[in-house]
């Protein structure tokens, strides 16, 4: 099993509706309608785990849209990602060696 198939087996675990998709080589994570928590707010929405660098960050998590005022993170900004838009928040230095479920769980942080 390739290290990016063990990742995702592993996101599997906590979200079983999980696909790989590929950006420009770079293999990438959707969960779609994943359920989280963001401030006080119970949300559920598609969710995109770039686990590699990207617009100058290490790692990034996508959402599905800007979660404005809410969580750590007041600086959204819009990408086009898997011919879709996205929205990230401003969340840097989640390394890309944490296994891809603790990556998510770090870029969540931003929204907590």
Known sequence: MSDNA???AALRKIHEDCTLLREGGVPVALLRSFGFRAGNDDLRMDLLLFPSQH???VTRLFFEKA???RGRSQNWHQHRVIDR???APSWQNVPVSLPW???LCAHLEAVA
């Open 6 to 8: 063990a990742d995702l």
């Open 55 to 57: 617009s100058g960050y």
């Open 67 to 69: 979660l404005e005022g």
């Open 85 to 87: 838009n996205w929205w």
């Open 101 to 103: 479920p603790a990556m």
